[in-house]
T-cell receptor, first 111, second 114 residues
């Protein structure tokens, strides 16, 4: 692993199903974030974590939950997916004053 | 919370000309202002950033200026090339203590005309 890794790359999900998007970083960054990107709306923050064991809500947290059991992993869970959650999801991390590093994204389609 | 406005939404320039993208922010506590470039289907990539203790920063053909009093910052690209075509995002945050995430502008689609 080099940097920040997201899985899966893409997914088609039936409405009402539960889904966890995975994010792992090997840079020992304390802070991690989940954004969703929608055309015309830019990148909007869903949840963030300052350090292992703590999480916080961003601009659009409804319908999503996160956990931060350790420094490296920051999974995002959709408990019961809805079509409005169709989006591209980016995980990011920051630390050491060198800005935010983004993962390659997960393209999620809820049908 | 922070609100970032970005203009224009689309910018078309001739190859070799300069491009300027402007952003304003609302929270005077914000002190970190990065710019990201995103090519189609790819992740956002940091291209330059500036902190509130400086007014300008330059890296080859790219420069960023910051006016804290007016709460606006701009990206300048000189001698534009075809590979500069992409969507550019500005962002702002308070960097210090808790990290509560970047607030992004809605993006500028930069088109370099040959």
């Amino acid at each position: 692993i080099a940097g920040i890794t997201q899985a899966p790359t893409s997914q088609i999900l039936a409405a009402g199903r539960r889904m966890t998007l995975r994010c792992t970083q090997d840079m020992r960054h304390n802070a991690m974030y989940w954004y969703r990107q929608d055309l015309g709306l830019g990148l909007r923050l869903i949840h963030y974590s300052n350090t292992a064991g703590t999480t916080g809500k961003g601009e659009v947290p409804d319908g999503y939950s996160v956990s931060r059991a350790n420094t490296d992993d920051f999974p995002l869970t959709l408990a019961s997916a809805v079509p409005s959650q169709t989006s591209v999801y980016f995980c990011a991390s920051s630390g050491g004053g060198r800005g935010y590093t983004f993962g390659s994204g997960t393209r999620l389609t809820v049908v | 919370g922070e609100n970032v406005e970005q203009h224009p939404s689309t910018l078309s320039v001739q190859e070799g000309d300069s491009a300027v993208i402007k952003c304003t922010y609302s929270d005077s506590a914000s002190n970190y202002f990065p710019w990201y470039k995103q090519e189609l289907g790819k992740r956002p990539q940091l291209i330059i950033d500036i902190r509130s203790n400086v007014g300008e920063k330059k890296d080859q053909r790219i420069a960023v200026t910051l006016n804290k009093t007016a709460k606006h910052f701009s990206l300048h690209i000189t001698e534009t090339q075809p590979e500069d075509s992409a969507v550019y995002f500005c962002a702002a945050t308070y960097s210090g203590g808790g990290a509560d995430g970047l607030t992004f502008g809605k993006g500028t689609h930069l088109i370099i005309q040959p």
